[in-house]
């Protein structure tokens, strides 16, 4: 089986930096990808990791270990509208479908 | 324009009854999925079409059904509704070979009374 552990939530101020872990069990693995959901929203892409090391986009990076099975969000220089819930999710060992971690709600205060 | 797109947006109804929620893509997408996501925001994958073959079908009730008239369409038809149904369902879709990047529809919000 598959599963993705992360904490389920996370306090910060704005212009603050905040990283979110996601530790994974797969029976295959090809990657980690982020997902951020708005209260009331729909799930939207923000990066994938196949490969070892840091992404960067912008105020996010993302960052994959394969031999730590360790991932983690960077987001830096907090908005507020950065407050919302994010995902960490892999790929089942099929490749064919995503298994999403249980969400961090992230709430950024001033 | 709307990349991915489902209706209806909210959806109540009645213990026992049958209802369809429909999904639209217009980004040329080769997959497309249901999700189900329970009131703790748990995602879950229910289904995935790709090139209108069911590929993977979680162990879901056979209450659920996909239908796949078109590559750009996957409606998701539910007998029977039951309490435990009421959830937000999210059709998504994504290129051929990059499952890991999957576009989200805007969510259908059932309510079984």
Known sequence: GQSLEQPSEVTAVEGAIVQINCTYQTSGFYGLSWYQQHDGGAPTFLSYNALDGLEETGRFSSFLSRSDSYGYLLLQELQMKDSASYFCAALNQAGTALIFGKGTTLSVSS | ?113
């Open chain 2, 1 to 113: 324009d709307t990349a991915v797109s489902q209706t209806p947006k909210y959806l109540v109804t009645q213990m026992g009854n049958d209802k369809s929620i429909k999904c639209e893509q217009n980004l040329g997408h080769d997959t497309m999925y249901w999700y189900k996501q329970d009131s703790k925001k748990f995602l879950k994958i229910m289904f995935s079409y790709n090139n209108k073959e069911l590929i993977i079908n979680e162990t879901v009730p056979n209450r659920f059904s996909p239908k796949s008239p078109d590559k750009a369409h996957l409606n998701l038809h539910i007998n029977s509704l039951e309490l435990g149904d009421s959830a937000v369902y999210f059709c998504a879709s994504s290129p051929g070979d990059s499952g890991e990047t999957q576009y989200f529809g805007p969510g259908t919000r059932l309510l079984v009374l």
